[in-house]
């Protein structure tokens, strides 16, 4: 594993999450019509709630970026291997007609997945 690679993609995610995570909070409906769906309370409600969650992901990703142990900077890429992956998945799969940012922000995900799984295969 080429962990350097894997610590800096940490961090660029965590940078990334960062700012989805303040979108979420201070834009949800914004974001909702973004990827065409439909809006209400409730759900604008679940985005600030996710958008929360992405914080503190994000900052457990920072953090993590940071241990001296390579072992655990394997074991938290390959977690977020997953869900970068499941991320550009699911977003592909809303309920809604894809729209431009759909797209861009499942090639995030997918970006930040390969990205993973290359420096978790290369020696």
């Known amino acids: 594993m080429k962990y350097a690679a894997l610590r800096k993609t940490l961090q660029a995610g965590s940078i990334v999450f960062g700012g989805s995570s303040v979108f979420l909070l201070l834009l949800p409906a914004l974001f909702l019509d973004l990827l065409g769906l439909e809006q209400g309370d409730a759900l604008v409600w ?21 241990q001296s142990s390579d072992a655990r ?25 894809l729209t431009w940012f759909a797209y861009l922000y499942a090639a995030i995900g997918f970006g930040f997945a390969a ?9």
């Not at 679940?46 to 940071?66: E, H, P, Q």
């Not at 993973?116 to 290369?122: F, G, K, T, V």
């Open 46 to 66: 679940s985005m600030r709630m996710i958008g929360i969650t992405v914080f503190a992901l994000a900052g457990n990703m920072w953090n993590n970026a940071g």
């Open 115 to 123: 990205s993973y799984a290359i420096n978790m295969l290369r020696k």
């Open 73 to 97: 900077i394997g074991n938290v890429a390959k977690v977020m291997c997953f869900s970068a992956a499941a991320l550009g998945v699911l977003t592909l799969m809303a309920p809604a007609e």
